[in-house]
């Protein structure tokens, strides 16, 4: 009974962060000095895949296969301690790079595609089991994984 309340209040209190993110258009946000937002063109090449070719940041969380294997590789109440810091580590990432003007995709799984300005392809497939909560930043050349615990240098390092 125990454990299932903590699945039950585990999802409850991500449902509800996600309810309560702040949707503010850019016109009621304060002026900053930021860059301007750049759409990345994303490109659908087949149904399970995207192409994306401009930079951009793209934030994982991991599907429920996923979240079954880090349970069962972490034990319970690890897991719970992990899943919450991974959060807010993510939240944290997510309001640096909106304020740097860095357009976030969020995908729910299957594969996504980059292109580079040379033609260069990388592809990453979602539903591998290795991928928990990540970030990567695809500054047009290059796709970058990056420690979401130290955005900023990350940001500095690859997105000149």
Known sequence: MKTMK?????????????????????????PTTAAP???ATVAVTDANTQQITQ?????????????????IDNGEEAFYT????????????RLFLEDK???IMEPTG????????????????LGDLKYNWEVWLFDGNQLHK???????????????
């Open 82 to 93: 992990i899943a919450d810091d991974y959060q807010n580590y993510m939240a944290d990432a």
């Open 101 to 103: 003007g860095l357009k």
């Open 37 to 39: 937002i750049v759409a």
């Open 55 to 71: 930079p951009c940041a793209v934030f994982y969380s991991p599907d429920s296969a996923q979240l079954a294997k880090l349970q």
């Open 6 to 30: 903590k699945h039950l209040f585990l999802s409850v209190a991500f449902l509800t962060l996600m309810a309560c993110h702040d949707s503010e258009t850019t016109d009621e946000k304060e």
């Open 146 to 160: 990056v420690d979401v615990t130290d955005i900023e240098n990350e940001y500095k390092q690859y997105m000149k």
């Open 110 to 125: 299957g594969k996504i595609s980059f292109r580079a300005k040379n033609g260069q392809v990388t592809t990453l497939n």
